[in-house]
T-cell receptor, first 112, second 111 residues
Framework: SQTIHQWPATLVQPVGSPLSLECTVE??????LYWYRQAAGRGLQLLFY??????ISSEVPQNLSASRPQDRQFILSSKKLLLSDSGFYLC???????????FGSGTRLTVV | GQNIDQPTEMTATEGAIVQINCTYQ??????LFWYQQHAGEAPTFLSY????GLEEKGRFSSFLSRSKGYSYLLLKELQMKDSASYLC????????????FGRGTSLIVHP
C-alpha cells in the first residue's frame, strides 16, 4: 500500500539551532513531494517541491532548505532557526488522479 | 498574485446543512480542491472539481463555477465530528498544478 511518513511529530528547538525534518513515502516510485508550512491562523504555504532526486524548487525565500537524497525521501533543513520558523510543517505527496495530494501527519515545531 | 477567500469561521447545529463558500482570483485555473483538517492533524482530501457543476459524495457535495470564480462545499446532516477546518485550494494551469491554499474556514458544530 502507498503511505507517507513524517517525523518527528513535535519538536521544540532553541533559536539558532539546526533543524532536520524527514519525510518518506512507500509503495510508489518517483513521487512528486512537497513541504508546506501552516502558521497559526494562516493557510498552508508551499515551501519546496521536488519532482525527482536532487531536484528542488523553492517557492518562498526563507531560512530553510530542502533536499531529496533518495527517490522516496524528502528532507527539510535549517542551519539556524528563527522564532518565525515556528509552525506546523507538512510533507505531501501528489497522489494524482481524483485523490489530489496526501499529507503526512505533520511536525509541530516551536522555536523558543 | 493569487487570491483565495473563505469565511474565517462558521457555526452550525448538529443535523443541519451548512454551505462553505470559496471565491478565487488566480492567474490560470485547472481545478479546485477541498480538504478537511481537524485540529492538530494533517488535511485530508475531500473533493476535486475541474468542471462546472455539483459533485456529490455522501453527505458532502462540492460545487464549482469557473466563470464566476466560485465554489462551495455543502455538508448535510451535520455531525459533531464535522467540526474542523475546511480548506479551499486552487490548482493553477500553465505547467504547475500545485494547489494554492486559502486560509481555511473553521466550522464549529454544536448540539
Amino acid at each position: 500500500s502507498q503511505t507517507i511518513h513524517q517525523w518527528p511529530a513535535t519538536l521544540v528547538q532553541p533559536v539558532g539551532s539546526p533543524l532536520s525534518l524527514e519525510c518518506t513515502v512507500e509503495g510508489t516510485s518517483n513521487p512528486n513531494l512537497y513541504w508546506y508550512r501552516q502558521a497559526a491562523g494562516r493557510g498552508l504555504q508551499l515551501l519546496f517541491y521536488s519532482v525527482g532526486i536532487g531536484q528542488i524548487s523553492s517557492e518562498v525565500p526563507q531560512n530553510l532548505s530542502a533536499s531529496r537524497p533518495q527517490d522516496r525521501q524528502f528532507i527539510l533543513s535549517s542551519k539556524k532557526l528563527l522564532l518565525s520558523d515556528s509552525g506546523f510543517y507538512l510533507c505531501a505527496w501528489e497522489t494524482g488522479g481524483d485523490y489530489g495530494y496526501t499529507f503526512g501527519s505533520g511536525t509541530r515545531l516551536t522555536v523558543v | 498574485g493569487q487570491n483565495i477567500d473563505q469565511p474565517t469561521e462558521m457555526t452550525a447545529t448538529e443535523g443541519a446543512i451548512v454551505q462553505i463558500n470559496c471565491t478565487y482570483q488566480t492567474s490560470g485555473f485547472n481545478g479546485l480542491f477541498w480538504y478537511q483538517q481537524h485540529a492538530g492533524e494533517a488535511p485530508t482530501f475531500l473533493s476535486y472539481n475541474v468542471l462546472d457543476g455539483l459533485e456529490e459524495k455522501g453527505r458532502f457535495s462540492s460545487f464549482l463555477s469557473r466563470s464566476k470564480g466560485y465554489s462551495y462545499l455543502l455538508l448535510k446532516e451535520l455531525q459533531m465530528k464535522d467540526s474542523a477546518s475546511y480548506l479551499c485550494a486552487v490548482s493553477l494551469s500553465g505547467g504547475s498544478y500545485i494547489p494554492t491554499f486559502g486560509r481555511g474556514t473553521s466550522l464549529i458544530v454544536h448540539p
